[in-house]
């Protein structure tokens, strides 16, 4: 079946250190998109790509940064983790990034900042 | 500015009860989007349901269904004769005109607790 995999499901890292998650999809979608979402919040856009193009939120932290290298690929890295930065983060696609479209959504990965 | 409030934070009800989730929206756009998606344990937010601001028509599918009024700037969603599997956490969504091009908006989500 298509889908959006996201790789690790869970991911424990230290205070400070570089960690990557990496999102896929089978969609053939042209947007991907990251999302933080904290416990009992609301998922937060944090930026996404329409094909190559970045399109960064004005309130994502530089501490995050994001990389598609093809259309099935993305990876959300967060250069220097705090505690704060615990949270599931989401990755979805959609075909364009019109307000109609509908969003699919991997099953996130959650994030464990020791 | 766009703003979407489910004033439910959590609802318990008895299996095959039915139960009706709250979702008021604030927008300057005439043309926007409605959506509700359903993030159950796993974690997967898993698209429910679509309505633009022209269709204002509710719509029945199974067991669940929606109220969109304009009116009132509300699109509410009701399951019918509840089951176990319904508990999960519901958020609703509003999409609408940004700069550079479209931006989605979520609910803080309500979660549902359906007990046996």
């Known amino acids: 079946d298509a889908m959006v995999i996201q790789n690790p499901r869970y991911q424990v890292t230290q205070f400070g250190k570089p960690v990557t998650l990496s999102c896929s999809q089978t969609l053939n979608h042209n947007v991907m998109y990251w999302y933080q979402q904290k416990s009992s919040q609301a998922p937060k856009l944090l930026f996404h790509?329409?094909?190559?193009?970045?399109?960064n939120e004005a309130d994502t932290p530089d501490n995050f940064q994001s990389r598609r290298p093809n259309t099935s690929f993305c990876f959300l890295d967060i250069r220097s983790p705090g505690l704060g930065d615990a949270a599931m983060y989401l990755c979805a696609t959609s075909r364009v990034p019109q307000g109609q479209e509908t969003q699919y959504f991997g099953p996130g990965t959650r994030l464990l900042v020791l | 500015a766009q703003k979407v409030t489910q004033a439910q934070t959590e609802i318990s009800v008895v299996e095959k009860e039915d139960v009706t989730l709250d979702c008021v929206y604030e927008t300057r756009d005439t043309t926007y989007y409605l959506f509700w998606y359903k993030q159950p344990p796993s974690g997967e937010l898993v698209f429910l349901i679509r309505?633009?601001?022209?269709?204002?028509q509710n719509e029945i599918s199974g067991r669940y269904s929606w109220n969109f009024q304009k009116s009132t700037s509300s699109f509410n969603f009701t399951i019918t004769a509840s089951q176990v599997v319904d508990s999960a956490v519901y958020f609703c969504a509003l999409s609408e005109a940004d700069t550079g091009g479209f931006k989605t908006i979520f609910g803080a989500g309500t979660r549902l607790f359906v007990k046996a």
């Open positions: 309505r633009n601001s022209f269709d204002e």
């Open positions: 790509y329409y094909d190559k193009d970045f399109n």
